[in-house]
């Protein structure tokens, strides 16, 4: 069932890369919300001023599985296992904390992106050194 021609670093990029790719399938799905143009437009979204800050929060996020899909990818085993092991969490919690008024569809993406996170907690968690590397 499983390419296990795959190593662990290339399985977990392309793990990382997924849940990148719903995150923001999900931020452009909420632009069919009705009225979100309008809200981004007065830039208070939900009731929360849109400030520097917040979009500097954004960008973070937004930049933290990129650079786990580089980092999983170019890392030696026993580094990128330890910080995978350490953002995998975080990015579980940065996404329940961006869903605590969800509706269906955020609660769609956010299972697929947390069940994602924890196949890289349970590969990190059993990565063995592997010959050559």
Known sequence: ????????????STLWI???????ARDMHELARPGMIEQIMSGVIDGV??????????????????LMALFSLVLCRR???GLN???????IAMT???????????VFFAVIQIVALLVV?????????????
Do not use: Q
């Open 79 to 81: 580094i990128s296992r």
């Open 85 to 91: 092991l350490i953002a995998a969490p975080i990015a």
């Open 18 to 24: 997924f849940y990148m790719l719903n995150l923001f």
């Open 121 to 133: 907690i349970r590969i990190s968690c059993i990565w063995r050194e592997e010959y050559g590397a």
């Open 49 to 66: 001023v849109i400030t520097e800050g917040l979009m500097l929060f954004g960008g973070l996020m937004a930049e933290f599985p990129i």
């Open 1 to 12: 069932m499983w390419n296990h021609k795959l190593n662990n670093n290339t399985l977990l």
């Open 96 to 106: 329940v904390m961006t869903n605590l008024k969800p509706d269906l569809d955020n």
